[in-house]
Every structure is written in structure tokens, then in C-alpha cells.
């Protein structure tokens, strides 16, 4: 019962830092005391604030206190010592499931503070001394506490295991390199570790660099997100300017037309209203004439009837009538007629320019363009549904299925008059305007005719018939000539020759923002026959035009 008692004593005198007896112990200002050791290098870490604190009832002090030692607690640990007792341990110092537990510890186990790869034993800081103390000992390898000490120990000779074979990349010990390992690659386990030690730094200087290009890629995205919220915030507020100035310029031509109408009403309905009055005028006055007459008629003087008559049987000028004519008028009602075609014209318009607008914004891309498509599985991911606008359609062009296909006829069309249409070469171009990434076929037919598979920019010239008015033959079309027996791509009137399998259909793959353009032929596999690298400066349109025979046909492919 004494030791027990003496133990509870010796557990007051342990440092709450390293749970211990006190060593060099110390009182510091608060009144709590430590190893010298302990709270110095506690403090140690506290220097950048240059405010100290007591790690157990957290006051501080500035400056720095100076440490002295506490005699009095020194000698009393001196007398502990003498006594052979010890401070009883925490419970925490105890080895729980989860810990490796001192090896030589009988009862209840202490927490190991060291393995020894030697002796393959955990040691608790008490059984671990003679490591410390012993010369021979202090040559082992000591390392963290370890479950898997038993790992080092070879399964088939029990010893440890020493070596390394670099033939079976696995650890033996002596005895497995001269058995089993016999004439392999062997080397201690120590210098193999300082061979993976090299390249293990080398491995983390390449982690280190990765992490460093991250963080710049981190904060160059960051940059790219506030950049585009810019933007964002910027095209929000034009665009708000601009849509209001357009309702601006509406309301303002709402507005003159209204007045206009008014002031045309004012005007026509003063010029009937002033002849109105001037007829009501010569009403009244052959009103009055009438009653004359018919008191002249019942005189009975004759005399006085003839001297009478001739004054009143003379009539003032008739007001001339002829400008009113009973016929049905319109009056405004063309007015409404011409700002309902403007309406419809604007409509047109805005639903023409909001697919541009809408394909604007989607086009946007912080990040890399995407690859370009390598399979016909892949490129039809981006496959668009395109029809001809019979506005561009030469009057020899006949479209049909839905204006997806188009055929080549010696008899004129009926189209009524555009100034879209193209009326000197046989083309015709999409009613859909392209942007982003597009992909589209185009099945021919055709004994000996041939046909331009093209893209081109709506602001090509429509009339005419010079060269300069074909696809391919300016800077605002791209064409691939396709006949049967051969391929041919122009651009800006230079033709380059082109060589693939022939084949009656074409894909044709657009990615606009990348500048990317490619013809494939496709059959059962698709053969790459020409790409066009260059930077698109406006929505391109799907082009087609039919030559040399009569009743050859193209046709947009349904894909979906």
C-alpha cells in the first residue's frame, strides 16, 4: 500500500509536456512547473508572436520569463530517483488496440516509443534506454513504433531480412541469397533503399514541380473565371444598351407614324369639312333661290313676272364636285399593311440573328477545343440538320424532300424575284447559318455532272456570271468539287488536287471557332480528303452547286 501511495505522490511531480518526472524542473510565473527541456523549447515555437504562455492554464506573459531552476523540486526528484520510484503513467501512456505496445512491458503495456529493426522488438522510453546507454545497442536502427516488424523477418530461414534481390524485386536475408536467390542481382537492403531514396527525391521534385504548374494553372483559371465574368457582366450591359436603344428607335418610329397619321387625318378630314361647308352654303343660297322662283311663279302681274325673271332665273356657279367619287376607299388601312411587313420583315430578322447570337454565346470556351472527331460515330455527335433556302436557289435548281435536296433542270423554276438568289451559276446556300463545331453529309448523283460540296459566307455576291461568283473562286467560299473520277478544292480561285477513294457521299466536319475545316469520303469507313486550317471571320453556310448534266442531284443526308 505504501508504493502505491508513493506512486500517487511521484505522479504530481510529472511535466505535462513530456508526462514524466520533472528533469531540470522550473516554476514559471503562473505557478506551474516543467522540465527546463520541456518548456523551453515550447516557448521556442512561440518566439515569431513574442507572447509565452503556460501550456496548461493558458496565461501569458511578455516578455519572454527567464527560467531558474526550482532546487527545491530538484531535490526531490534527486530523492525519487534514489528510492528507485517513478511517476505512475498517465492512462494515456498506456498502449491501446489501436497502438504498438512495448514488447518487454509485463501487466498492463506502455506505449512503444521506438522498434529496433535488430532486435525486431517495440520498446516503451524505459525498456528503450539500454538503446541509449549500451555502446553495442546504440548501433541498431531504431524507427517509429511498428506492427509489421514481423515483415522483416524471412518466413523460411527466420532471420532478418538483410538483403534485397533486385531480380525479384522482393527482401531475403543472407541465407535466401545463397539458396533459392543463388546468382541473382543482390544488394543490402541499405544500399537498395539509398538507390530508391534517390529516386524517391527525384519522384518528389517532379510531385513538387506538378503541384507548383497546378497552383499556376489554379490561378490562371481563377483569373480566366473573374476574366469571363468581366465579359459576362460587360456583354449583359451592351447588350441591354443596344436592346434598349433598338426599342428606343421603335418607339420613336411608333411614334412619327402615329403623328404622320394624325397629321395626314387633320389634313384630309379640314379639306372634306371645307367642302362640306361650301356645298351646305349652296344648298342654303338654291334654297332661297327656289323660294324666290316659287313666289315669282304665283304673281299674277305678267308685267312684273317678266321684269322679275330674268334676275332670279340666273344660278351662281355650281362647287365643283368632281373630286368626290362613291367608290370603296382603303384610307389607312395600307398604313397597317406596310408596318405589318415591317413587322414580319423584323421578325425574319431577329429569328435569323438570334440563331447567330445564340450560337455566339454557346461558342464561348475558357478551356482547349475539344479533339476532332476521329470515328463516324463521333462525328455525328455533332450532326446538323440542313435545308436549302429557296431564296438562294438558282432558277434552275429544283429543291424537293423538304428542301434537304436539290436537282439540276434544263426548265427554268417559277421563283419569284430575291435579291438572295444566285442568277448566273447553279448554286444554292443553307437557310441555316453554321457556327461551332458542325458536321454534315451530302449524298450526289449524276452520270457525267459533278458537284461543289461548299460552305461560304452570306455576303458572297449573288448576281453575275463571272468567275468570281463560284464557290471556291473568292475568299468568302470554300468548295470540294466532287465528279467520278475525281476531287478537286478551291479556294480564292486556286484549285489543289485531291486524292481518295471516290465515293458518292461527302461528310463535312466545321469546327468555326478552331478555323477547322474537313472533307471525308464516306462508305464504310471514312477517308479524310482535305482540311483547311485557317480563322473564320463570319457564320458560314452550307453551299451546293450542280454542273455539266442535266438532273444531277445533291442532297442533304438525314444523319438522326
Request: proline letters at 3%; charged letters at 25%.
Amino acid at each position: 500500500m505504501s508504493q502505491q501511495g508513493a506512486q500517487l505522490d511521484g505522479a504530481k511531480f510529472c511535466c505535462s509536456i513530456c508526462l514524466h518526472l520533472l528533469k531540470d524542473p522550473v516554476t514559471i510565473p503562473c505557478g506551474h512547473s516543467y522540465c527546463m527541456s520541456c518548456i523551453k523549447g515550447f516557448w521556442d515555437e512561440e518566439d515569431e508572436k513574442k507572447i509565452y504562455s503556460c501550456p496548461q492554464c493558458r496565461q501569458t506573459f511578455t516578455p519572454r520569463p527567464v527560467l531558474v531552476k526550482n532546487t527545491m523540486f530538484a531535490d526531490l526528484m534527486e530523492e525519487l530517483k534514489k528510492t528507485g520510484l517513478q511517476a505512475a503513467p498517465a492512462d494515456h501512456c498506456y498502449a491501446g488496440p489501436e497502438d504498438v505496445a512495448c514488447d518487454v512491458c509485463t501487466g498492463r503495456k506502455l506505449k512503444a516509443l521506438k522498434s529496433c529493426l535488430i532486435c525486431l522488438v517495440s520498446y516503451c522510453e524505459k525498456h528503450l534506454q539500454p538503446h541509449y546507454d549500451v555502446a553495442p545497442l546504440k548501433k541498431h536502427k531504431l524507427v517509429d513504433p511498428s506492427k509489421k516488424l514481423q515483415e522483416n523477418i524471412c518466413s523460411r530461414h527466420d532471420e532478418v531480412m538483410k538483403m534485397f534481390c533486385r531480380t525479384d524485386q522482393q527482401s531475403i536475408c543472407y541465407l535466401c541469397s545463397v539458396d533459392e536467390h543463388k546468382g541473382h542481382d543482390t544488394v543490402s537492403a541499405a544500399a537498395e533503399r539509398t538507390e530508391r531514396q534517390r529516386e524517391l527525391e527525384v519522384s518528389r521534385q517532379q510531385i513538387q514541380q506538378r503541384i507548383q504548374d497546378r497552383e499556376k494553372d489554379v490561378k490562371l483559371l481563377q483569373q480566366e473565371v473573374e476574366a469571363v465574368s468581366r465579359s459576362a457582366d460587360k456583354a449583359v450591359e451592351d447588350s441591354e444598351k443596344i436592346f434598349t436603344e433598338l426599342i428606343r428607335l421603335i418607339q420613336k418610329r411608333s411614334s412619327d407614324v402615329k403623328q404622320q397619321i394624325r397629321s395626314q387625318q387633320e389634313t384630309e378630314v379640314s379639306r372634306v369639312k371645307e367642302l362640306q361647308e361650301k356645298l351646305e352654303q349652296e344648298i342654303t343660297e338654291l334654297k332661297r333661290k327656289d323660294a324666290e322662283l316659287k313666289q315669282l311663279s304665283h304673281t299674277e302681274d305678267h308685267n312684273q313676272f317678266l321684269h322679275n325673271y330674268p334676275s332670279l332665273s340666273q344660278l351662281s356657279e355650281p362647287t365643283d364636285s368632281s373630286s368626290i367619287n362613291i367608290r370603296p376607299l382603303r384610307y389607312f388601312e395600307d398604313v397597317t399593311a406596310a408596318v405589318s411587313e415591317l413587322r414580319d420583315q423584323l421578325q425574319d430578322i431577329l429569328r435569323e440573328k438570334w440563331t447567330n447570337i445564340s450560337l455566339t454565346v454557346m461558342e464561348v470556351d475558357v478551356l482547349l477545343s475539344e479533339p476532332e472527331p476521329k470515328t463516324r460515330a463521333e462525328f455525328l455527335k455533332y450532326s446538323r440538320e440542313i435545308t436549302l433556302d429557296p431564296n438562294t436557289a438558282n432558277t434552275h435548281l429544283l429543291l424537293s424532300d423538304g428542301n434537304r435536296k436539290a436537282t439540276l433542270k434544263k426548265e427554268e423554276q417559277s421563283y419569284s424575284s430575291h435579291p438572295d438568289r444566285f442568277n448566273g451559276y447553279r448554286q444554292v446556300l443553307s437557310r441555316e447559318s453554321l457556327t461551332g463545331r458542325c458536321y454534315w453529309e451530302v449524298e450526289w448523283r449524276g452520270g457525267g455532272g459533278g458537284v461543289d460540296v461548299a460552305v461560304a459566307y452570306k455576303n458572297i455576291s449573288r448576281a453575275g456570271n463571272s468567275n468570281e461568283f463560284v464557290f471556291g473562286y473568292n475568299n468568302k467560299s470554300w468548295a470540294l468539287f466532287c465528279s467520278t473520277n475525281s476531287y478537286t478544292f478551291w479556294f480564292n480561285n486556286v484549285s489543289t488536287h485531291v486524292s481518295g477513294p471516290g465515293s458518292s457521299r461527302v461528310g463535312v466536319y466545321l469546327d468555326h471557332r478552331a478555323g477547322i475545316l474537313s472533307f471525308y469520303s464516306v462508305s464504310e469507313t471514312m477517308t479524310l480528303l482535305h482540311r483547311v486550317q485557317t480563322t473564320f471571320t463570319q457564320p458560314l453556310y452550307a453551299g451546293l452547286r450542280l454542273c455539266y448534266s442535266y438532273g444531277v442531284t445533291a442532297e442533304f443526308c438525314k444523319l438522326k
